[in-house]
């Protein structure tokens, strides 16, 4: 099965890379693994849940503050601030996914990117804690029995976290949760008609999403060793929106094949010009214009075939 | 609170909003007329400014500069509509953002290969480069002045356009019913490339106008961007009327907020309390006006569409 | 003297200058089948809106096996025993007949707001689903798409789906939209077999169905209930002959 070696090349990575002397490549894909679950948060949000939201890095940015602010302050055990991290994304997106889902469309859009950018200037307004400028982690996060300061460590726990997000993910697609979400997406009205709480299933899905950005948002501070404002940037919502509609946006793994695909390129055009943006601009033109439902649809049509 | 400070930024504030809505015009056009989501609107304007900056340089004059500056941009963006972005208007809106995020993306790296990543130079016109008395004993900066003129005008010859000629009128039909038009066998194609055009030539003018002000520099679009989307949102899609109350109400609600809010927070709150509240309240005040706008109407101010 | 069903009293609701629902009555009995005719503009659309919960009245109550639901929001009507099908076909067009169906019998049998069981293994589901539609005469299509369905199986299905929320009252509109001849027919035998397990509210166009279906009739114009009786009552009253009948078929 496909899955099955992707998962063993996965975990074998490390070790390889270690051997080749490939050490910094690590760290890229520990980097895409946690983008990749943030834009899989996403995807809950968006592909299953049908609502197109332009502030989910706020989530994202919340997490990350929270660990970072936690390590200033002395805590930096991991059961701490992480599930703290989850606990902050979750009230973030209730709060703005209580108020933002009374409307529709492009206004649900643009309410949620006025709720990300005002969560920014409340950062920005955290003097305390870096202001413009943002933190510096303090240390990394302590997780008992691991040591997350080595690379391949806490590259492994990242996988570990990714995948057994997307397992909930793809459970939660496959309940009775999924089922109502798929209603709700192809036809609201209908689904009102039968007696479901509509606002009320979208609600639950925005705020399990935010968790789980927050999550992502734990582990790239970790990663970089730095947050700053920045990372709530509505062109940081914009990007997670751009990685999950080039992997391919409902499909369970669009996420991921979306931070590969978009981190990678990256990656590989920033080693041969300082124009690399040109290069990933004309990629994904391309991407819009020949590959519409992205990777995942590119896939579904037989792949190269198609 | 002083009167002359009031009066100046109230003034400023005017001429921030009518340099808003030359932006949000051409936006909610797009959006309204073709149905189209289009972030690149934001890096027109960069163009326009460059242009503008690289024109006056050369010619030496700000007068001769403004006009070619203007049609350039509007030529850049007549192609690029026909050559590209016409192509999007049968996708979804998803598609709509992934493909103007690239146009983001290489346009920026473009004008970077072009300029290099300095800021460029751009300067008000001699003549302007003094004070005038708006009212008397209130001296205030002739070229703002100007700019304000300038917004009315355009706003005026706009509004003209609309409501009383065959091309305004094929526009308005477009924004309240696009398959209306279509039925009613419109050009459409040519439409909606002129309409593309005019929007391109108002982002020229709004960069030209404000390059001297804020700096001509790389990213000045992505700024500008969002708060062309927050005039467009509560102004109502596809309504000039509503583009220019929007931009007049999000001009004075930033200008003026910015300003005041500070020192208004002082007078009932301690003032280190006020010194961090402050800027943020003010920072994020056109997103609390949205919000309150979509609470009590939400599809805008004044929606062209049913 | 039993209490209706369904009581509207009152009931006004207007659109800027436009009045579509003008302090209007009506009372629909338990058994049988309660037809709603009227000529276009007449706001029937707007009152069904108002029934269900989709539209919000200006004044005026709704009374549902005697209970007040005028505040009520739509979702938490279908539990009352609200049950609707829509004039435009709104099915799951990606989801085979029996997922459809499935759908509804989820609503009322537990919560939805379940994570990690899937859906799929939950038998009885399927089960009731097969039962509801082997019902309807649509047994053999349970396992197709509802998108590739021929327009009458899936004007059936909307109603299937309205069924499926066992429902007291049965809100048709317009069951017969887009129906040939041949497919309307059968479409009206339908509704025959169905008015013995619960008692229907149908707004229609079709005269043949409305007066072979029907045991009330209620004329809606101009907002208002006009006349409201027995068919035969209805076909007579020189008052709805002069405000609708005369334009339609005699």
Redesign the interface.
């Known amino acids: 099965m496909a899955l099955g070696s992707i998962l063993i090349a996965a975990i074998a990575f490390p070790f390889a890379a270690h051997a080749l002397g490939w050490d910094y490549y690590v760290g890229v894909m520990t980097r895409v693994m946690i983008y990749a679950l943030a834009a899989s948060s996403l995807n809950l949000v968006l592909g299953y849940g049908g609502m197109i939201s332009f502030g989910h890095a706020a989530f994202f940015g919340a997490g990350a503050y929270c660990v970072a602010i936690l390590a200033q302050e002395g805590v930096v055990s991991a059961l701490v601030a992480w599930p703290l991290a989850v606990a902050v994304g979750v009230a973030c997106a209730l709060v703005i996914g209580a108020v933002s889902l009374r409307t529709r469309g492009l206004y649900f859009i643009m309410i949620t990117l006025a709720f990300a950018q005002m969560l920014y200037y409340f950062f920005v307004s955290l003097k305390a804690y870096g202001g413009e400028d943002g933190i510096n982690l303090a240390a990394r996060s302590r997780l008992p029995g691991f040591d997350l300061r080595d690379e391949t460590t806490f590259y492994l726990v990242v996988l570990a976290i990714l995948a057994g997000c997307l397992y909930f993910l793809r459970r939660l697609a496959a309940s009775r949760f999924g089922a109502v979400l798929h209603g709700i997406r192809e036809n609201e009205p209908r689904m009102t008609a039968l007696g479901y709480p509509t606002y009320r299933y979208r609600l639950v899905c925005f705020t399990v999403a935010g968790g789980a950005a927050g999550l992502a948002g734990a582990l790239i501070v970790n990663q970089h060793g730095f947050v700053s404002p920045g990372l709530l940037d509505w062109t940081q919502s914009g990007t997670l929106l751009i990685m999950l509609i080039l992997g391919g946006v409902g499909w369970l793994y669009g996420g991921v094949a979306g931070a590969a695909a978009m981190l990678l390129l990256e990656e590989v055009l920033s080693h041969w010009t300082g124009y690399w943006k040109l290069g990933l601009g004309i990629v994904l033109l391309l991407v819009v214009l020949r590959a519409p439902g992205g990777l995942g649809g590119w896939l579904a049509r037989g792949g190269a075939r198609g | 609170m002083n009167a002359l400070l009031l009066l100046e930024q109230g003034l400023n504030g005017l001429q921030f909003g009518l340099m808003l809505f030359l932006l949000a015009a051409g936006l909610t056009l797009v959006f309204g007329v073709m149905d189209m989501v289009n972030l690149a609107h934001g890096s027109l304007y960069m163009i326009g400014a460059y242009l503008m900056a690289t024109a006056a340089q050369a010619t030496g004059s700000f007068w001769i500069a403004l006009p070619l500056a203007m049609a350039a941009t509007a030529a850049i963006g007549m192609a690029l509509e026909s050559g590209l972005l016409r192509r999007l208007y049968e996708r979804d809106h998803l598609s709509q953002v992934l493909a103007t995020f690239a146009l983001i993306l290489i346009a920026n790296d473009l004008v970077r290969m072009i300029w290099g990543p300095q800021a460029l130079l751009l300067d008000a016109p001699r003549a302007l480069a003094r004070t005038i008395e708006v009212i008397p004993g209130a001296p205030y900066p002739a070229f703002r002045a100007f700019i304000i003129g300038v917004g009315l005008a355009v706003a005026a010859a706009l509004y003209w356009m609309i409501a009383r000629t065959r091309i305004g009128a094929l526009v308005r039909a477009g924004a309240s019913n696009r398959e209306m038009a279509l039925a009613l066998g419109v050009n459409v194609k040519r439409l909606f490339t002129l309409v593309f055009g005019l929007g391109a030539a108002l982002c020229a003018l709004a960069g030209a106008m404000l390059g001297p002000l804020l700096a001509v520099q790389i990213g000045m679009g992505e700024a500008i961007l969002i708060q062309a989307f927050v005039v467009v949102v509560i102004g109502g899609i596809g309504s000039i009327r509503g583009a220019l109350v929007g931009a007049l109400l999000v001009g004075m609600v930033d200008t003026i907020g910015r300003a005041f809010l500070p020192a208004l927070l002082r007078g009932f709150l301690p003032n280190n309390i006020a010194d961090a509240l402050g800027p943020t309240l003010a920072a994020m005040a056109i997103y609390i006006l949205m919000a309150a706008v979509l609470y009590w109407k939400p599809t805008g101010l004044f929606p062209a569409r049913g | 003297m039993a209490e209706p069903l369904l009581e509207v009293r009152r009931l006004f609701r207007h659109f800027g200058g436009v009045v579509a629902t003008d302090h209007l009555d009506l009372a629909v009995r338990e058994g049988g089948v309660h037809a709603l005719i009227g000529p276009n503009g007449a706001g029937k659309t707007t009152l069904i809106a108002q029934i ?1 919960g ?1 539209v919000e009245p200006d004044s005026g109550r709704i009374l549902f096996a005697g209970r007040d639901i005028t505040g009520l ?4 009507r ?2 009352l025993g609200l ?2 099908s ?1 004039q435009i076909t ?6 085979t007949a029996r ?1 459809n169906i ?3 019998v ?3 049998s537990g ?10 293994a ?1 038998r009885a589901l399927a089960e009731e689903s097969d039962v509801v539609l082997a019902g309807l005469g649509m047994g053999a299509s349970a396992g197709l798409a509802a998108g590739s369905l021929p327009h009458a199986d899936q004007r059936r299905l909307e109603v299937a ?2 069924l ?2 066992r429902p007291r009252l049965l809100l048709l509109d317009e069951p017969l939209a887009g129906m040939g001849a041949e497919d309307a027919q059968a479409m009206i035998g339908l509704i025959a077999q169905l008015k013995q397990r619960t008692t229907i509210l149908m707004v229609e166009h079709d005269m043949d169905a409305v007066f072979r279906l029907a045991d009330v009739i209620s004329v809606l114009v101009g907002g208002a209930v006009i006349a409201s009786g027995a068919p035969q009552a209805i076909r007579d009253d020189p008052e709805v002959k002069r405000a609708y009948l005369g334009e339609e078929a005699a």
Not at chain 3, 73 to 76: D, M, N, R, S, V
Not at chain 3, 90 to 95: E, K, N, Q, S
């Open positions: 269900c989709e929001p739509a979702h938490e279908v539990a049950g609707r829509f709104r099915i799951f067009r990606g989801l997922d499935a759908l509804a989820q609503a009322r919560s939805s707001m379940r994570f990690w069981r899937p859906v799929a939950e789906l309205a499926a929320c």
